[in-house]
């Protein structure tokens, strides 16, 4: 049974952290903004496990691409790339001891802010994508 309510609430929240990290990009906060690109991706692909039914925890991407895969979705190598390249964003892009010195935000630039917040479109728009095919299976 498809549970479309909490697939939503999860989707619609990963949908505003894609849209904070935007504006994180263009107010020059890339770490933060490469940080909730991750969080908007991981927000996705746990819509799409809550909406099924079977809701995971965790924070690896690559991990909870592994779950969905068990539901019998094919995972296109493009998406398993960018939950490998989100991944990278979780805690370096936050915490001063990841770094032998400085903070995070001495070393993140624009690029990478742009780079994660495309690979996050990527991913939630391939999450719509199942769940509209798993909506018409019914």
Known sequence: ML???????????ARLTLDSARRDALCGDFNWACFKA???????????LWGV?????GRALSR???YISELGVEVPEEV????????????PTRY?????EGVPEDYY?????EEAIKLA?????????????FLRRG
Request: charged content about 35%; glycine content about 4%.
């Open 3 to 13: 549970d479309s309510v909490e697939f939503e609430r999860w989707f619609r929240s």
């Open 38 to 48: 991750h969080q908007a991706a991981e927000k996705a692909l746990k819509a799409l």
């Open 53 to 57: 039914g079977r809701p995971r925890f």
């Open 64 to 66: 909870l691409l592994e």
């Open 80 to 91: 398993l790339r960018a939950c490998r390249r989100l991944d990278r964003f979780y805690t």
């Open 96 to 100: 001063p001891d990841v770094w032998c």
């Open 109 to 113: 630039v624009r690029e990478d802010a």
């Open 121 to 133: 479109e990527c991913i939630l728009s391939w999450v719509e994508g199942v769940w509209g095919r």
